[in-house]
């Protein structure tokens, strides 16, 4: 690679700051949020995983860009931390406990990241403690805002990003983080339909499902993602007990294959995928119960 590339790579720029500012409704300390540039070729769009996470090809221009360390709002100050539209609706009752737990955060944050410092610009390890850090903050909100499942999104994001991680720092125990935040992750997004089915939590309320950022795939990705997470990471030693879970998972997903035909609402996309799962749960009580 050339000289001139290199630096024209260094000097593309893949961010901006919001023009307005932010003031926090902990601490009142007054911040940009950061966001990423798009168009011009930035994302290479590639396939999408089994748990629905987006893949993207590294542009010539850019090279890798993570559109996942982005979402998240968090003040510099005091890590409280939440999704954009969120960040003001922490409720009035819980901002004195929230920033009576800013020493905390900033304590279990370097715990897994040493250095974290959200005044500079994005990079993998702040993106991944964004979501770390929204998980807990999520405690302060209202059921409007739909806490339970927005824990649910942002562990499984933070599960994603410490695999990157992993793959680009071995030997960091990030995997095992990691998969303490798919575990994390499937305990939200279980609670999340039990709330949906009370009414605890109104999922109406939630405007984007994710689980990635370039395509909301409705409730019926809420139960595809819910049910592939037992499957992949629900390793109960009891036989019985993982039985129990996976019968549980297989009819959570066949009440997406079993409302009807696609429909904008529900592609087959999404319908393909849930039988698929559905075949491999199947298969895997099979086992366990023969086994």
């Known amino acids: 690679m050339s000289d001139k590339h290199t630096e024209e790579k260094k000097s593309y720029k893949v961010s901006f700051y919001l023009k307005n500012p932010i003031t926090c409704p902990v601490c009142g300390n007054i911040f940009k949020k950061e966001e990423m540039l798009t168009g011009r070729g930035r994302l290479i769009t590639k396939d999408i995983t089994d748990e629905l996470r987006r893949r993207y090809e590294p542009s010539k221009k850019a090279g890798e860009l993570m559109p996942l360390i982005y979402p998240v709002t968090v003040c510099p100050s005091c890590y409280y931390s939440a999704y954009h539209d969120d960040f003001p609706n922490i409720k009035d009752e819980y901002i004195e406990i929230a920033l009576s737990q800013k020493v905390k955060r900033h304590h279990d944050?370097?715990?897994?990241?040493?250095?974290?410092?959200?005044?500079?610009?994005?990079?993998?390890?702040?993106?991944?403690?964004?979501?770390?850090?929204?998980?807990?903050?999520y405690a302060f909100h209202p059921k409007e805002s739909t806490p339970t499942f927005m824990k649910a999104l942002s562990a499984l994001r933070a599960a994603w990003l410490f695999s990157d991680l992993e793959q680009k720092y071995p030997g960091q125990n990030y995997?095992?983080?990691?998969?303490?935040?798919?575990?994390?992750?499937?305990?939200?997004?279980?609670?999340?339909?039990e709330y949906a089915q009370t009414g605890e939590e109104r999922i109406d309320n939630i405007k984007h499902f994710g689980p990635d950022l370039d395509k909301s795939y409705g409730f019926e990705g809420l139960l595809y993602v819910a049910s592939m997470l037992v499957y992949k990471y629900g390793d109960d030693p009891d036989p019985e007990s993982r039985i129990k879970m996976l019968e549980s998972a297989k009819r959570t997903i066949s009440k997406i294959f079993g409302r009807g035909k696609?429909?904008?609402?529900?592609?087959?996309?999404?319908?393909?995928?849930?039988?698929?799962?559905?075949?491999?749960?199947?298969?895997?009580i099979e086992e366990l119960k023969t086994g």
């Open 109 to 137: 944050i370097t715990l897994i990241f040493p250095i974290v410092d959200f005044k500079k610009p994005r990079n993998i390890f702040t993106g991944t403690a964004s979501y770390i850090l929204s998980v807990s903050c």
């Open 175 to 193: 995997e095992k983080v990691g998969i303490f935040m798919y575990k994390k992750a499937m305990g939200f997004y279980e609670q999340s339909i």
């Open 262 to 284: 696609s429909s904008k609402s529900k592609p087959s996309f999404i319908l393909d995928r849930s039988k698929d799962l559905y075949e491999e749960i199947t298969a895997k």
